[in-house]
């Protein structure tokens, strides 16, 4: 037999497990059958007994996985063990939480345990919060500000100025073609102005659906949320619901303790956080509304679909987004999808990385359904 053909069998005898590879004669060590152990323990665990409750057990595994498997292939086989073999006992004991790979779909885990945490665990299970959104926030922070800041400092530029508001600078600079060298002298074609304040400009309210469905959109929409409440050139507020509502704007200058103020699980009542919205809207014209939710209603949905509409009626630039994450097409209320388009309003599901190009259309009153239509493809 050739050294391909060992290779060849090798990888078959890894891909299909001992038992079903009995035939192969292929036999491991060493790393490899490491490897097979640990596919073994969380694919095959009815015949070997798996991870059980056994908190060793379960440590051993998540080093060896981490160990032999690369970090990408180590995050699914986690989410598989949660799943598989029901292994949420493994979040709650701080020296496994120190030994798991960190993602999104584990700060999600750690969110909806958080309330049961034994208090021992509760400190680790921040530090691997923390850990999450820093790494996020190296990603998603700056592209946020910058396209929210461009945003607003193209919106506030007046072209139509009194003397008094003219920006001479910016004025003669946009006019230096313009220069008449006969009479020494600038014609001013285009004249800019000051504007009007930047802190009057866009108020905006992020609507978060934290029933157990959207728990990765809840995490990127914390983020963001904090991101948005920390320009002081919009007004932003922070509301997360399931069938009760809180306010976390008072929490948005720490992300980690505004996910922490998210309870992840239970219904869901759409009519009654976008009630507690509807009373901060005190300028419609200048107020963004963005719902983030699969649009499962378990309240009213007349009701529902009744506030939406007088909402946009007042001018309120109203958005829904039916997911905030990387994690594929979302599942979604399709007939409550279809009421709100016919409202006019785009709803559609949005990756993190696009969502600062949102909110900078929706700043700069861009028609949003277009802007989906073309950035996303996933407008309904």
């Avoid at 097979?36 to 996985?65: F, M, Q, T």
């Avoid at 496994?96 to 945490?117: K, Q, T």
Wanted: contains cysteine.
């Amino acid at each position: 037999m050739t050294e391909n053909d060992d290779e060849r069998l090798r990888r078959w005898r890894l891909l299909l497990g001992s038992q079903e590879a009995d035939g192969t004669g292929c036999r491991l060590s060493g790393a490899d059958l490491a490897m097979d152990n640990a596919l073994s323990a969380l694919y095959d665990s009815e015949r070997s007994g798996g991870l059980g409750s056994s908190s060793p057990k379960v440590a051993r595994w998540l080093s060896d996985i981490r160990t032999y498997f690369p970090s990408s292939v180590v995050k699914v086989m986690q989410l598989d063990a949660l799943e598989r073999l029901n292994l949420r006992q493994m979040l709650l004991e701080p020296e496994m939480l120190e030994a798991v790979e960190p993602d999104v779909h584990l700060v999600a885990n750690l969110l909806s345990l958080s309330n049961i945490m034994p208090s021992k665990t509760k400190d680790t299970a921040r530090m691997v919060v923390r850990r999450v959104v820093e790494e996020l926030q190296r990603k998603l922070v700056n592209p946020m500000r910058q396209a929210v800041i461009g945003s607003l400092n193209r919106s506030i530029r007046n072209r139509r100025p009194r003397h008094n508001e003219i920006d001479w600078n910016r004025t003669i600079r946009a006019n230096l073609k313009h220069y008449q060298p006969k009479y020494r002298t600038i014609i001013p074609e285009v004249r800019i102005g000051y504007g009007r304040k930047r802190s009057n400009l866009r108020n905006i309210i992020l609507c978060i659906d934290q029933s157990g469905s959207m728990a990765t959109s809840v995490v990127y929409a914390g983020i963001f949320g904090s991101v948005l409440a920390s320009l002081s050139a919009v007004q932003t507020r922070i509301v997360a619901f399931d069938t009760e509502v809180v306010d976390l704007t008072d929490e948005a200058q720490d992300p980690v303790d505004l996910l922490f103020g998210t309870q992840l699980g239970g219904g869901t009542d759409i009519n009654r956080a976008l009630a507690y919205c509807q009373g901060f809207v005190q300028q419609p014209q200048d107020t963004i509304v963005v719902l983030i939710s699969d649009l499962y209603e378990g309240g009213d949905k007349k009701e529902m679909l009744k506030r939406v509409a007088a909402m946009v009626n007042a001018g309120v630039q109203f958005i829904a987004l039916l997911a905030l994450n990387d994690d594929g097409a979302p599942m979604y209320d399709r007939s409550i999808a279809l009421s709100l388009t016919e409202f006019g309003i785009a709803a559609f599901a949005c990756t993190p990385d696009k969502f600062p190009d949102l909110m900078a259309a929706a700043i700069a009153r861009q028609d949003i359904r277009q802007w989906a239509a073309n950035e996303v493809g996933s407008g309904e």
